[in-house]
C-alpha cells in the first residue's frame, strides 16, 4: 500500500468550541423527541437501548473528571437512545471479546469502531457511521526514529487485540520481512490506555492504532505521543450486531441518520475534533461487498 504522510484531524479547538458545541447540542434537543423509528423487540420490551462499550478510548468513549461517560460512541447513543423513547443501558467489557460476545447472542449491540473484515462478517453485521485510518504513535524522543518507508520494520509495536491495528501489524511485519528488513516485535494489549503507558515506559516503541484516538491522544497530552508518517487502511468504521439482526439493524442505521439530519451527528463531532472523520448516510453492512470506500 502506498503511504502518505499524515494530515492529522483538526482536533479540539478549545473550549470556546466545546461551549459552542453544548449550545447547539441544546438547540437541536427539542427536535430529537419527535422522530419515529422502527425499534427492535428488545427495546420495545426493556424500554432500554442496552449497548457493550469498552471503558476507556478517548475520544470515543472515556470517565471526563466528574466521574461522567462522556465520548463520541456514548453520546451517539445517548441521542440515538433518546430518539426511540428509551434508557440507555451501558456494559462494559473488553474488545476483544465484543464480536464472540455478539455470535454468542449474549447482548445486540457493541457500539464501538470496528472495521469490516472478512472474519468478523462470517459472524457480525454492521452499521457504519464514522470513517479513519491506522496510523503509528510514539514519544516525541522518538519521532525521528519512524522517519521513511518501513519506519515499523525492528520496532516493538503495541496493538489492541483482535482491532484492525492487530492485524495490519502482522501484515506489515510481513513486508519487513520480504524485504529482508528486522520484523515487528508485536505485543497485545486490551485496551488502548494500556498501550500509551507501555509506550511511556518504554516497554513499547510505538502505538499501532486509530487515527482519531491517536490524534486525540496527541493534543490532550500535550505532545507526549506524537503521530508519525504513514497512514494504512482508511476505512469506514461501524457498530457491531448479531449476524442477520436486520431489525437492530434497521433502527441503529435509522437513529444514527436522523441525528445527522438533524445535526447532532455534527454537533457531536465537532465537540471532539472530529468533523474528518464524519460520513453523509450510516448504513448496514452485512458482506464485503457493501462497504463504502
Known sequence: MRRNKVHHFSLLRGATLAATAATALVTFAGALTAAELPKSAEVKDTGKLIIANTLEYAPFEFIDENGKQVGINIELAQETAKLLGAELEVTRIPFPSMVPGLAA???????????ATDERLKQVDFVMFIKSG??????????????????LCGKRVGVIGGAVSDFIADRLSAECKEKSLPEIAKSIFPEGKDIIQAALSDRIDARLDDATASGYFEVTSKGQMVVVPGLYDVAPLGIAIPKGDKETADMLAAGVNELIKNGTYKTIMAKYGMTSAMIDEAYIVDSADKIRK
Open 105 to 115: 447472542g449474549r447482548f445486540k449491540v457493541a457500539w464501538e469502531t470496528f472495521a
Open 134 to 151: 491506522i496510523v503509528a504513535s510514539t514519544t516525541a524522543d522518538k519521532a525521528s526514529q519512524f522517519q521513511g518507508e518501513n519506519n
